[in-house]
């Protein structure tokens, strides 16, 4: 199972490709529309979430780095700018699919939190940073981003803020709390050594969570979207273009701050990440079918994308800001 849960994580665009070509042959043969997917969602959130939640140090936010000018910056980015660029997309090249419109105001309104420790590890940017900004990203996303997708989401799907705000601090507290109080129980009883051995698993089990929502989530609108195929290149173009724009505003805006390349990497993946687990397991509870099919298709894309940025762009990102690294 170990094996497994460590593959799923390495490959996870491998497994959401293979997860959504099945849940479209199912979900053709045998009719899910009907299916109520918010109690398979709040099991997914739960493994989703909880794994993810257990395995982040939230007391060593106090302890990690005080780059309060990368860390601010980075928020904004990562709310701020990326719910305009969101904005612009949907407003324009989605505005004929409100519900996949709506799911790039997501995309934009939601950002990245616990992966971006993640990527940042991988990519040699400064991990201290990043988990200061995981954290209070985190816990930011109850109280703005049901504003932002009120402001720009609202033309396209209606809902309830204070309801989405309840289900926002439902989905991030309880298992931050939880996450919190199994870590010091399991370091206290089985020491640092053992956590950090079975942490490993943990981001696998939160990719099972994100394989179980995908799937259902899919099977749903599987006759819909084989009879309308051009919806996967129309969420596609989406999503490059969001990525896209993400990318050159963060890295000219690295530039202008002067930022090492340790830091810049952390702006970069910041502004362009958006969080798999909270944007997909609310959308599952809360939005319509094809908004959640179009934050299905995303994991595949975006880990492809970063995997492009870090390993693609990296060393030329390391000499473009070759001056800001002495």
């Not at 009120?150 to 926002?168: A, D, M, P, Q």
């Not at 089985?190 to 981001?203: A, C, D, H, L, S």
């Not at 952390?266 to 990440?273: F, H, K, N, S």
């Amino acid at each position: 199972m170990k094996e497994i849960l460590m593959l799923i994580k390495k490959r996870l665009y491998i497994f959401v490709i293979v997860d959504m070509i099945l849940a479209l042959i199912i979900g053709s043969l045998i009719d899910f529309s009907s299916f109520n997917i918010k109690p398979v969602s709040m099991i997914a959130v739960f493994m989703m979430l909880y794994p993810m939640l257990t395995g982040l140090a939230v007391e060593k936010v106090k302890k990690a780095g005080r780059n309060y000018k990368l860390i601010i910056t980075t928020l904004i980015f990562a709310y701020v700018i990326a719910s305009f660029s969101a904005y612009i997309i949907s407003r324009t090249i989605l505005s004929d699919y409100p519900d996949i419109a709506f799911a790039m105001i997501m995309v934009g309104a939601i950002p990245c939190s616990n992966m971006l420790i993640g990527w940042s590890g991988i990519a040699d940017a400064s991990v201290e940073d990043a988990l200061v900004i995981a954290v209070i990203g985190l816990l930011l996303i109850p109280v703005i981003s049901p504003v932002i997708l009120k402001i720009s989401g609202g033309v396209f799907v209606t809902f309830n803020v204070l309801k989405l705000f309840y289900t926002l601090m439902i989905f991030i507290l309880v298992p931050l709390i939880l996450g919190y109080v199994t870590r010091r129980l399991i370091i206290a009883r089985k020491g640092q050594n053992y956590f950090m051995k079975i942490k490993k698993v943990f981001p696998g089990v939160s990719a099972s969570g994100i394989l179980v929502i995908v799937f259902f989530s899919v099977a749903k609108v599987a006759n819909k979207v084989i009879d309308n195929p051009q919806i996967f290149l129309i969420i596609l173009v989406g999503l490059m273009i969001y990525y896209i724009i993400q990318t050159l505003i963060s890295i000219l805006a690295s530039k202008l701050f002067n930022f090492k390349y340790e830091q810049a990497m952390i702006l970069i993946l910041g502004a362009t990440a958006s969080s798999q687990a909270i944007s997909l397991s609310v959308a599952a509870s809360m939005f319509p079918d094809m908004t959640v099919f179009a934050l299905s298709f995303k994991p595949a894309i975006q880990v492809l994308y970063i995997m492009l940025l870090i390993y693609g762009m990296g060393p030329w990102l390391k000499k473009f800001l070759k001056q800001n690294r002495g």
